[in-house]
C-alpha cells in the first residue's frame, strides 16, 4: 500500500493550489435507460476527486505519511519475523499471529474511532488517484509483470526466514536438548558436606523400592485415592500399607530447618538405634 501511494504522489499534478472538485455521477441498474426516458429511475453518487496539489503538500506527505509507514513496516517486518520464527508450538504461534494482525490493524481503528465523520465520508467518495504504469511495464508489455515479480520475491524473503533464522533456532533447541537429556543418564550424585566431594552412583535397574524410598514414602505420607486406583492406576497394595502405616521408620528433629543446622540429639540417636535392632 505504501508503494502504491508513493507511485501515485510521483505521478500527481503539481499546481500552485490543492484543486478539489464535488462531483455527482448517475448510476444506473439499466444503463440504456439513460437520455432516453426522462422519467427513468437513475441512482445519483457524489465523487470527490483531486486534480492538483501543491509541491509543499506533496513534500509533507512524503515526510509525514509516507516515510513514516514504509519505516513501520520494515519494523513490523523484522520484529514480526523474529517473534513468529522463535514461536516453538502452534498454538502460541496463531496467537502471536492474531496479535500481530491486531497490530497492523490498530492505525485503521483509530481512524474509525478518531476521525469525524465528514473526515471519514469525505475520504470514502475519494475518487483513486490515477497511477501511470511503471517503465518495466512499458518496456515488457507484460501488464501483470508486477504480480510475478512480487510472487518470486515472497518465496525468497520465506526462505532466507526459514534458512537464516527458523532452522538456527530449532538447532540451538535440538542441541539443548541434547545437552540435559542425551548421554549417559542412569545415575545420581550427591555432594558430601563434610569433604565437600561428589558421590556418584549408578541408578538401579530394578522397579522394586528400597528401603531408604521405603522410609521416605512413609515419613512424606502421600494421599493415595482410590479413585485412582478403581480408574486403572495400578498401585502396589505394600506402597499403599507404608503410606497410610504407623509405625515410625525416621525421625525428624523438628527444630532444624535443614540437615546442617540440625544438631546432635542423643533421644533421636537411642530411636534410630532402635528402629535398627527392632
Known amino acids: 500500500a505504501a508503494w502504491h501511494f508513493g507511485r501515485a504522489l510521483r505521478t500527481a499534478a503539481i499546481g500552485d493550489t490543492t484543486e478539489f472538485k464535488i462531483e455527482e455521477e448517475a448510476v444506473s441498474e439499466d ?3 439513460l437520455g432516453a426516458d426522462p422519467h427513468a429511475l437513475v441512482k445519483g453518487m457524489v465523487v470527490v476527486r483531486l486534480y492538483r496539489m501543491t509541491r509543499i503538500r506533496v513534500v509533507l506527505l512524503h515526510a509525514l505519511i509516507l516515510l513514516p509507514r514504509l519505516l513501520i513496516a520494515v519494523v513490523l517486518t523484522y520484529v514480526g519475523i523474529q517473534w513468529l520464527g522463535y514461536t516453538t ?3 502460541d504461534l496463531l496467537l502471536n499471529a492474531v496479535a500481530l494482525c491486531f497490530v497492523l490493524d490498530i ?3 483509530l481512524y474509525a474511532i478518531l476521525v469525524p465523520r465528514r473526515v471519514q465520508c469525505l475520504m470514502d467518495n475519494l475518487q483513486q488517484m490515477p497511477v501511470k504504469a511503471s517503465r518495466m511495464t512499458r518496456i515488457s508489455g507484460l501488464g501483470g509483470a508486477h504480480v510475478y515479480i512480487k510472487w518470486i520475491l515472497l518465496v525468497g524473503i520465506v526462505l532466507m526466514i526459514y534458512f537464516l533464522s527458523v532452522v538456527p533456532f530449532f538447532e540451538q533447541l535440538n542441541q539443548a536438548m541434547d545437552l540435559l537429556c542425551s548421554g549417559n ?4 550424585y550427591a555432594k558430601n ?6 558421590n556418584v552412583a549408578p541408578t538401579a535397574d530394578s522397579t522394586d523400592w528400597h528401603q531408604s524410598e521405603r522410609i521416605v514414602l512413609q515419613l512424606a505420607r502421600p494421599t493415595i485415592r482410590e479413585a485412582a486406583r478403581s480408574n486403572g492406576w495400578e498401585i502396589d497394595n505394600e506402597i499403599v500399607a507404608l503410606a497410610t502405616s504407623d509405625f515410625i521408620r525416621a ?5 532444624a530447618q535443614d540437615l546442617t543446622s540440625a544438631g546432635f540429639s542423643a533421644a533421636a540417636f537411642r530411636t534410630v538405634r532402635g528402629m535398627e535392632t527392632a
Open 193 to 198: 558436606a563434610a569433604t565437600g566431594m561428589i
Open 185 to 188: 543418564t542412569d545415575f545420581v
Open 251 to 255: 525421625k525428624v528433629n523438628p527444630s
Open 107 to 109: 492505525d485503521e481503528l
Open 89 to 91: 508450538s502452534m498454538s
Open 31 to 33: 444503463p440504456s435507460a
